[in-house]
């Protein structure tokens, strides 16, 4: 069964610009987390995606959105790029969602620079 | 409040050491708990998990961890260290109504020298 994978794995943006990274989960994982990963702020979660729904919503500037399709494939989008959100981004996805419990498995991430 | 500390950035052992890395949570619901490794330039990889079945886990590549709720910990060890082993550690929490929302520890980097 193919993993969890993320494109592009590596983008350089400008200030000011904005940017869409997509995750396509395990096949029949419905649930989609996204994460950020700094070397300053460590790993943080920015939400979650089950059923097309948003379930759980980290502590970040609206500037962070997204979206899941009815296929369980994600898309995050962050407008209007500022220099600290150059980071690695992970998505992580899961069977299901509600417990806590529910295993998630990560894909490689997507390198985004910020210049 | 969900929170998770792991002590030591930094861990260096010997080739054939034991490996014990170090995590106490915070958590006012029954947590599940997780280890996660880190390679450079990779995602994540879930070593073990604890969701209250059982206060040992054992998890991928030799390793192993022991859930004790009087201390609020879930210490990683693996009884010898293979070079392999080099790598980020991660241990994260999550809880009944977080969903899948994973809180993380701020890492150990293990360092295995010959």
């Known amino acids: 069964k193919a993993g969890v994978t993320q494109t592009p794995r590596y983008l350089i943006k400008t200030r000011g610009q904005q940017v869409t990274l997509s995750c396509s989960p395990i096949?029949?994982?419905?649930?989609v987390s996204w994460y950020q990963q700094t070397p300053g702020q460590g790993l943080q979660f920015l939400f979650e995606?089950?059923?097309?729904?948003?379930?759980n919503k980290g502590n970040f500037p609206g500037r962070f959105s997204g979206r899941q399709f009815s296929n369980s494939r994600s898309e995050m989008n962050v407008s209007t790029l500022e220099l600290g959100d150059s980071a690695l981004y992970l998505c992580?996805?899961?069977?299901?969602?509600?417990?806590?419990?529910?295993?998630?498995?990560f894909g490689p991430g997507t390198r985004l620079t910020v210049t | 409040a969900q929170s998770v500390t792991q002590l030591g950035s930094h861990v260096s052992v010997s080739e054939g050491a034991l490996v014990l890395l170090r995590c106490n949570y915070s958590?006012?619901?029954?947590?599940?708990l997780f280890w996660y490794v880190q390679y450079p330039n990779q995602g994540l990889q879930l070593l073990l998990k604890?969701?209250?079945?059982?206060?040992l886990v054992k998890g991928i590549n030799g390793f192993e961890a022991e859930f004790k709720k009087s201390e609020t910990s879930f210490h990683l060890t693996k009884p010898s260290a293979h070079m392999s082993d080099a790598a980020e550690y991660f241990c994260?929490?999550?809880?009944?109504?977080?969903?899948?929302?994973?809180?993380f520890g701020a890492g150990t980097r293990l360092a295995v020298h010959p």
């Open positions: 096949s029949g994982h419905r649930s």
């Open positions: 995606y089950f059923s097309e729904t948003q379930r």
């Open positions: 992580a996805s899961s069977l299901a969602s509600g417990t806590g419990d529910y295993e998630q498995y």
């Open positions: 604890y969701t209250s079945a059982a206060t």
């Open positions: 994260a929490v999550s809880g009944s109504g977080g969903y899948n929302k994973l809180i």
């Open positions: 958590s006012s619901v029954p947590p599940y």
